[in-house]
């Protein structure tokens, strides 16, 4: 019986971002049965929609009042009939044989408890001085590792695309990206993406990493390095840059006292993170004296001062 396929898009103000993502799946070997758009903004006119149903795929949309990205993403499971569900960003490009290669990973472990598949990012670029010393400095804070994909005893982890030996062919994982992946519908009865993981603007920091990784508890997780795209991020404004900092740091505390911590010494491990970012980005902003990277470094010390002394009435960032 052949897998039905659903993708699911949250949207917020970018319609010709949305329309590129839109027209990538149209252009896939292996085409969705359905896409559901969940718009948090005010698209005057949704994108390509005759175009789908012209392809056979039928087409969702919905809008809700209150951005919040990790609501769309329930609110589009909720809406989905499919038995794979991908979970897309409005501002990916996919290879034109992403759905295909996902979908053959789940044929082809079809005998193993899969809960979830995801691709990679293909335009990373790790190639500049600069990006190359922040990783090693982040290596030696355990800010990031050697391995892709897997979770540090800090809270923080390899994100893809990250290392000097990157992932090649299927592996399996401890967390899936959140841009391009897909889970079987199943696993959406036992898991949903938490809230706290939200900024007040609606902006989602961490929350993919941690619903995924809670998945991986009680299914495997696996990643396939031929299924690829692109990721073509809109660009942040200086005040986004102090919710990141604040955000980065507290997503991390809750996933880290919540997902990892087994015992009290590891504290340790996060502490000795979170000092070694404060130190990074402090060192960046002497350097460059840009407000955006003030902005940041004031939104990491917001977010120590709240754990700090706010522990136990914390609720999301």
Known sequence: MELKISAII??????????????????????????????DGNLNEVPLKSKCKQNGIDFKYAKKKVPGVTQSRNMGVRLSIGDIIF????????????????????????????????????????????????????????????????ILRSGFSTDYGQTKSPLKGVHKVDFLPGGGSAFR??????????????????????????????????????????ARFYHYPAKKTGHDKFIKGKSFVLSRYFFFNECVKKRPVD???????????????????????????????????????????????????
Not at 18 to 29: A, F, G, M, R, Y
Not at 282 to 308: F, N, Q
Request: charged residues 25%.
């Open 10 to 39: 949250p949207t917020y103000n970018r319609p010709q971002d949305l329309t590129n993502c839109i027209q990538s799946i149209l252009d896939q070997s292996v085409r969705p049965d359905e896409i559901i758009v969940i718009d």
């Open 87 to 150: 979970l897309l960003e409005d501002d990916i490009v996919l290879f034109n044989d992403f759905f295909e290669q996902i979908i053959q990973t789940y044929k082809k472990h079809s005998n193993e408890l899969i809960g979830g598949v995801g691709g990679v990012i293909h335009n990373i670029d790790f190639s500049k001085t600069e990006k190359r010393i922040l990783r090693f400095l982040y290596q030696i804070f355990l800010l990031t590792g050697p391995h892709e994909g897997k």
């Open 185 to 226: 519908k199943e696993v959406f009865g036992s898991f949903q993406f938490s809230e706290k993981y939200q900024t007040q603007s609606g902006y989602g920091q961490g929350e993919d990493k941690e619903f995924s990784y809670r998945v991986s508890k009680r299914y495997s997780l696996l990643i396939n390095t031929k």
């Open 267 to 317: 504290w340790i491990y996060y502490i000795y993170a979170v000092t070694g970012y404060l130190l990074i980005r402090t060192c960046i902003l002497m350097l460059s004296m840009k407000r955006t990277e003030y902005d940041r470094v004031k939104g990491i010390l917001s977010a120590v001062k709240e754990i700090l002394f706010k522990r136990t009435k914390l609720k999301g960032i």
